[in-house]
């Protein structure tokens, strides 16, 4: 029993970290853990979770247009922000103001290290049209599972698709994006190393969960 886990009720909490960092096997386990603790649980995932968010989600992970050009990173940027306003205000909105625990697999935490410390775009910038998103409704909680590049790219699918296959240059952007935003705000962000099997990753999570909420 974890009594800890009842203080999450009517709380937001989202799991984020680089593509390969094992994210959603924990994410999965976690709200399972806190199901049975009876804790009702609304689980999200980005981008998409409504019928216009996963529209939106078709056309981002699968465009590609070479007689075009790639699409502008600020298009990008604006359609993942587009798809996270309409979560925001048909599910996780809702979901708080009925007491559950709101679980997202990313959130504005994968701008910011995507789109943010790895493409370039200003982090203040992304911060704006976030607060036009997103409204009063930010997370209590980013739990970053941080994993090296090398671990990572062994983890993930040969298969990749258009995100995915950006290279380790990428990754290590992208990552070091992640430890940034938690190092400049510490009492949002939680650090998981994620490097290990999955056990070893979920115990070290749940300690570190409940040293924060116990
Ligand atoms: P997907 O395979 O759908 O999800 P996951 O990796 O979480 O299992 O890939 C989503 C991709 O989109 C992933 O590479 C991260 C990227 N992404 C961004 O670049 N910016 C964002 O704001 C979000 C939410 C995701």
Redesign the pocket.
């Known amino acids: 029993m974890n009594p800890w886990l009842n203080q999450l009720r009517g709380r937001f909490l989202v799991f984020d970290g680089p593509?390969g960092s094992g994210k959603?096997t924990q994410f999965r386990r976690f709200s399972e853990a806190a199901t049975r603790q009876g804790i009702p649980v609304c689980e999200v995932r980005?981008?998409g979770g409504t019928m216009v968010g996963e529209a939106i989600r078709k056309v981002l992970?699968e465009y590609q247009d070479d007689a075009h050009g790639e699409m502008d990173l600020r298009c990008e940027m604006l359609l993942?922000m587009a798809s996270r306003a309409q979560l925001v205000a048909e599910r996780i909105r809702p979901a708080l103001q009925a007491g559950q625990l709101v679980l997202a697999?990313?959130f504005i935490s994968?701008?910011l290290a995507?789109?943010g410390a790895a493409g370039g775009i200003p982090i203040s910038d992304i911060l704006r049209v976030g607060q036009v998103a997103l409204g009063q409704t930010w997370p209590d909680l980013v739990v970053v599972f941080d994993v090296d590049e090398r671990t990572a790219a062994m983890r993930l699918n040969p298969l990749l698709?258009r995100?995915?296959s950006k290279g380790a240059a990428y990754h290590a952007k992208v990552r070091q994006g992640y430890l940034d935003q938690a190092k400049n705000d510490p009492q949002h962000y939680l650090v998981v190393p994620s490097h290990m099997d999955a056990d070893t990753v979920f115990a070290d999570l749940m300690a570190k969960l409940a040293a924060r909420f116990a």
């Open positions: 593509d959603s980005e981008p992970l993942f697999d990313r994968s701008t995507y789109q698709d995100m995915e």
